[in-house]
């Protein structure tokens, strides 16, 4: 996905990985979320804000969560950052479609 949110209540089990090692997101609270955001966002806002590689970790307990994943249209051009500069993605795809 490219952007993803999720809603986790009080429960655990998302990882973030953190020099070489994977360590828990922190849970707050039945009102907050948690924003990801992908390798092809870092690319097209020209690394800003970074993506982080994450994982869903098994735990001994019923979990749900609420989920929403958005990314650009089919056809949107992913080859060239906001200020113009070429992405990691245009290696191999330059719609968002090829890239999916």
């Known amino acids: 996905a490219v952007v993803s949110t999720q809603s986790t209540g009080n429960n655990g089990g998302l990882e973030m990985l ?52 958005l990314g650009p249209q089919f056809d949107a051009d992913i080859s060239r950052s906001m200020t113009g500069n070429l992405t990691d993605a245009v290696q191999k795809y330059t719609t ?5």
């Open 18 to 69: 953190h020099k070489n090692q994977y360590r828990p997101a922190p849970v707050t609270g039945d009102q907050a979320f948690i924003v990801n955001i992908g390798k092809l966002v870092d690319d097209l806002i020209d690394n800003k804000v970074p993506s982080v590689r994450h994982r869903v970790a098994e735990v001994d307990f019923d979990r749900y969560s609420v989920t929403y994943f």
């Open 96 to 100: 968002f479609g090829e890239w999916i």
